[in-house]
């Protein structure tokens, strides 16, 4: 039900049944006495009368708003990066809406000396959380951190390369993450997108991904681990960055020719079969310069996001694995500061109130999910 | 130099850092507004004839990548082009880096010099804040030097960060200002135009004021009363050169507060210009140009908090900044830039210069970034009547070194001298600023 309330925008004003219970019959005869008696009296009154009545029906009608109608709104988690506490080394932190619209930090990942941590990815149940991490003078590195522990969990052989490692996304019912590396010696030339199973300490083969001659970059698992999107800059005469998407069973790319266009497309985010596909463009016709957009592969149609974009820039966009939330970053006037996260609900069709996301440092990179019940580690820990 | 807006200092009425505007140190610092005023009256005195031109400056703090913006290098070596494709723009068979849409609809308003080449890889060098690697006097403080105030604004504005506001000093380049020419030509320095986000909350009044903070403002507004009803009653005042009471009715003036404020601006402008410090500034630069401010520099954010251009990691310290923070902010400020000054009428007036300390190696380093690169990078020019869609030179197959009329620091110095009306063959008051050197001819006509 919530699929296809998702598929079909605008979701608002849906037809309201009428009711053929006794309370309804009754209403029925209550209004034909009334219009009777209505007929009955001067033009003046009956004029008057028949606003009325026309209001009093129409109002509570045009009050049925999709508010009426939505499911309620799940607990949510989002992971993102900021500056907020130390403007030289950037933070990955975990926060949480409840479903009553309580916000608060409930943790964040505590780096070693000098280092800064970006992109984080969460798993389903917000308990663990994949990232990259830079140390000054080290190559950027993956990290897997165990937001209940508080405690980085080893990915032994995923960082043994002397070139970086960066954008990873991680399938919590695969236990897969794929990243970004540059020029990986013995694996990759240039950037390519690797995939790293971290209960068996191996990377996973993908022959089709990556090509020899071009870069493929920014890859987004679905959470189910079915679908990899990426980026690629391969060219075709009148394009530029485009998304690409990769089938692991078939190992097969998908080309996606109705959601590239001549401008760029790029930073792509994956519900949790793969269906809805959230990601950036500058394309003409949009508010701003870049526009978050909504692609449905089921249907092969881009879905509007009323309320979404701004004149300002849109990006890094994250897609929970239900496809109702979307989590982006926006530049804007009356922000909080210059670089916030936004949470925008595709039911409602407007952006979500977050208290305390975001503060007069940057956040960004945001990874959001729905929690279907808060696991033990939210809620009670505070923020680390 | 005068401090506006948000410093990390406080005054003497113990206002809060967000609210400094520094008028305890009124009569002291009026000293320097004052000597430039008397220096242009002077300069009048002489009948130089003084250029109606105004210039800002934009500098790309920290050095910018030349082939991930103005001089990509698709078809080379797979060490050395980047991930990011190229865009065509309105010039036949000029394409720049895909992450500039904007302006690439725009390259017939704007100019490139492919060739800039000095030999400095320190973020230290001041070759092109000055024409020379070891002087001071930035470009504004020798137009002022040259050209004076006009029309009761001051003359030479700097937005963003500098060390004289208890910021770090970690180099020569925190120090170019007014050099051996003496503070008088230093310039007022707004430090953060946004505040937090573009606001300057001492020049007005927003309508979410609070009651302390409109107490705090108005505690600032009666220390300007209080300084001029000092400067009236006092017997010396008479004898005090006008320029000093002008220096201080111009900074107290509505006139120049107001072409501070970007309140004044509808929020659908400021949103085009780009909600973040680049754009509201370029905003504020165009204000103060109007205003009749002669020479404004932009300073791109700091390197402390990730958002210059010297990306040399991998994720934000790297190619992803240039991706989701520097090239978008960039391409959407300086494109409203240019139009707004173009639908104004002001193009042919303000001379508009982007550049950086140098640019980024050819070859990509093991974080899949590039390190600082002094021997050839990429400098724009728009306006000022300078032909549009003008490329100056070019580099080599990989971007490593000028293949086609090499630009110097001090060529590009009086290339800007010169197209703000000063003479750069006959004037021997600019010598010590260029040498022998000669303007571009390709963007001056001369």
């Known amino acids: 039900m919530l699929s296809s309330l998702l598929k079909n925008a605008p979701y608002g004003n849906p037809t309201r049944q009428r009711g053929t219970n006794v309370g309804e019959n009754r209403r029925s005869k209550s209004l034909a006495d009334a219009s009777g008696y209505l007929f009955r009296q001067p033009d003046r009154v009956r004029q008057r009368c028949l606003f009325w009545l026309i209001a009093a029906v129409v109002i509570p009608f045009s009050r049925t708003t999709a508010d009426d109608e939505l499911p309620p709104r799940p607990t949510i988690v989002i992971a993102f990066t900021s500056f907020r506490d130390d403007n030289r080394y950037a933070n990955v932190f975990r926060y949480e809406l409840s479903s009553t619209g309580e916000g608060k930090i409930t943790g964040k990942v505590t780096p070693g000396p000098k280092r800064s941590d970006h992109h984080p990815s969460l798993s389903q149940d917000g308990s663990m959380g994949v990232l990259a991490g830079e140390v000054v003078g080290v190559v950027n590195q993956i990290h897997f951190w165990d937001f209940t522990k508080k405690a980085m969990v080893p990915l032994p052989s995923f960082n043994v390369t002397t070139t970086a490692q960066m954008a990873p996304s991680y399938s919590s019912a695969t236990g897969l993450i794929a990243c970004e590396a540059w020029n990986r010696p013995g694996i990759a030339g240039r950037w390519d997108v690797l995939l790293y199973d971290v209960a068996g300490q191996r990377f996973v083969d993908t022959p089709s991904l990556n090509s020899a001659k071009f870069d493929e970059r920014k890859p987004l698992i679905s959470p189910d681990g079915s679908w990899i999107a990426f980026t690629t800059n391969e060219t075709t005469e009148a394009s530029l960055t485009d998304i690409r998407l990769y089938n692991r069973e078939r190992d097969e ?132 | 130099m005068w401090n506006f807006g948000r410093t990390f200092s406080s005054n003497c009425q113990g206002v809060t850092r967000r609210d400094v505007f520094q008028v305890g140190g009124l009569n002291l610092l009026g000293l320097s507004l004052a000597e430039s005023l008397r220096r242009g009256a002077v300069q009048a005195a002489e009948q130089k004839p003084v250029s109606d031109r105004s210039c800002v400056f934009i500098w790309l703090n920290g050095g910018p990548s030349h082939f991930e913006t103005f001089d990509p290098k698709p078809d080379t070596d ?53 024409g020379f690697d070891n002087k001071l006097e930035a470009f504004g403080a020798v137009v002022t030097r040259l050209q004076g105030a006009q029309r009761a604004m001051p003359p030479y504005v700097h937005v963003g960060s500098t060390p004289g506001d208890g910021s770090q000093v970690t180099s020569n380049i925190d120090r170019v200002g007014g050099g051996s020419l003496g503070s008088a030509y230093g310039p007022i320095s707004v430090r953060d135009p946004s505040g937090k986000k573009v606001e300057l909350p001492n020049f007005s009044l927003s309508a979410d004021i609070t009651a302390d903070r409109f107490q705090q403002r108005q505690a600032l507004l009666d220390a300007v009363d209080q300084s001029r009803r000092e400067l009236d009653q006092s017997p010396s005042v008479e004898r005090m050169e006008t320029y000093y009471r002008r220096a201080i009715e111009m900074l107290t003036s509505t006139r120049v507060r107001d072409a501070f404020d970007l309140n004044r601006e509808k929020a659908t402008l400021r949103m085009r210009y780009g909600a973040n410090f680049f754009g509201q500034a370029c905003l504020m630069a165009r204000r103060l140009v109007e205003a009749g401010t002669r020479y404004v520099q932009i300073k791109w954010y700091d390197v402390v908090a990730f958002d210059a251009w010297d990306c040399h990691g991998a994720e934000l310290p790297g190619m992803m900044r240039m991706e989701q923070q520097l090239c978008p902010r960039l391409d959407q400020g300086l494109a409203a830039f240019i139009d707004d000054l173009d639908d104004r009428g002001m193009l042919d007036s303000t001379l508009v210069v982007v550049a950086g300390e140098f640019g980024r190696t050819p070859k990509i380093n093991k974080s899949g970034a590039r390190d600082h690169w002094p021997h050839c990078f990429s400098a724009l020019m728009a306006g000022g009547g300078i032909p549009g869609g003008t490329i100056v030179g070019a580099s080599d197959r990989k971007g490593a070194y000028p293949a086609r009329r090499p630009v110097s620091p001090t060529e590009f110095a009086a290339t800007i001298y010169n197209i703000l009306g000063i003479d750069t063959t006959n004037d021997a008051r600019i010598r010590p600023y260029i040498n022998n050197a000669l303007p571009v001819g390709e963007l001056t006509g001369a």
């Open chain 2, 78 to 130: 797979d060490t050395v082009r980047g991930p990011y494709g190229c865009i065509n723009t309105p010039v036949a068979g000029v394409q720049i880096s895909e992450l500039l849409p904007m302006l690439a609809q725009r390259m017939e308003k704007y100019s490139v010099i492919r060739s800039m080449t000095h030999k400095n890889t320190s973020h230290g060098s001041t070759a092109m804040l000055t």
């Open chain 1, 253 to 384: 790319v998908v080309p996606l020719p109705e959601l590239n266009s001549a401008a760029m497309e790029t930073e792509p985010a994956l519900s949790n079969d793969g269906r809805f596909f959230a990601f950036v463009s500058d394309r003409p016709g949009g508010k701003g310069v870049r526009d978050v957009y909504l692609y449905d592969r089921q249907e092969q149609q881009l879905l509007p996001l009323p309320g979404l974009n701004s004149a300002g820039q849109e990006q890094s966009p994250s897609i929970s694995a239900d496809g109702r939330f979307i989590a982006f970053v926006s530049e804007r006037l009356d922000a909080v500061g210059e670089r916030d996260i936004y949470l925008y609900d595709r039911l409602a069709q407007s952006l979500i109130p977050t208290p305390d996301l975001n503060s007069v440092g940057d956040e960004y990179d945001p990874c959001v999910i729905v929690l279907d019940e808060a696991p033990a580690t939210t809620g009670a820990t505070g923020v680390d």
